[in-house]
Structures are given as structure tokens and as C-alpha cells.
């Protein structure tokens, strides 16, 4: 194993640990109003595990920086329910997701085992 390798393994990535404290820096560059709903919702995220790395993040903190800039109200960029908005949201990057990666395998030892069961009783 090259040291990278073994660098990457250790502490991670450290493109990645650079982008999260951009992108923690830019979030406490914004208007308190802004900045708490950003907190809020990378707080959900976080919880729910909503996987999409720092990628969704940054796009979160491009909205709510373009949000402010225009003055644009929170409830109008995120509608009546934070939830939806935010679920929303984090669907565009779940692709990305560990959950997803999960789902699939689990879909597809299912339909292998039903596969199978088929065979074993005689039904293809």
C-alpha cells in the first residue's frame, strides 16, 4: 500500500475535510436568520443521513448565500413545510448515498433468493 493510500485510510480525505470548513466558514458568513436555517437543515441531514458528501452542502450554502443576497424571505425559499424542502432537497444526491448502495444490494439478494426459491420448488 503506497502512502497515500495509507494517508487516505488514516485520516481521510483531505479535499474533503478542506471543502466541509469552506463550507462551514461561508455558512457563518451569513445573515443569523440565513445561517440558522442552514444549521437546522445540516443538522437533519447529518441525522438522517442523507448521504451526497459535501457536494450537497455546498449547494445548500450557494442557496441560502443567493437567498440572502436577493433578500429573498426563508419561508419563501423553502416553502410551508422545512421538512418536504429539505427531503427534497437531499433526493437530488442520494445517488451518492451509502442508503442507496444498501437498497440496491438488498433488492437484488431478494430477487436472487426468489430466484432460486423458484427452482428449488419446481416453478420455472
Do not use: C
Amino acid at each position: 500500500m503506497d502512502i497515500s493510500k495509507l494517508t487516505s485510510k488514516v485520516i481521510g480525505d483531505l479535499g474533503e475535510k478542506k471543502r466541509w470548513r469552506q463550507y462551514r466558514a461561508r455558512t457563518k458568513q451569513l445573515p443569523e436568520t440565513y445561517r440558522t436555517a442552514v444549521d437546522a437543515f445540516e443538522r437533519y441531514l447529518m441525522f438522517a443521513g442523507a448521504g451526497g458528501g459535501v457536494a450537497m452542502f455546498e449547494d445548500l450554502a450557494d442557496l441560502f448565500e443567493q437567498s440572502a443576497a436577493d433578500a429573498t424571505p426563508i419561508h419563501d425559499v423553502v416553502g410551508e413545510d422545512p421538512v418536504e424542502f429539505i427531503e427534497t432537497f437531499a433526493r437530488n444526491y442520494r445517488e451518492e448515498s451509502w442508503m442507496n448502495r444498501e437498497r440496491a444490494r438488498l433488492v437484488r439478494a431478494i430477487e436472487h433468493v426468489g430466484d432460486n426459491g423458484k427452482e428449488e420448488q419446481g416453478l420455472r
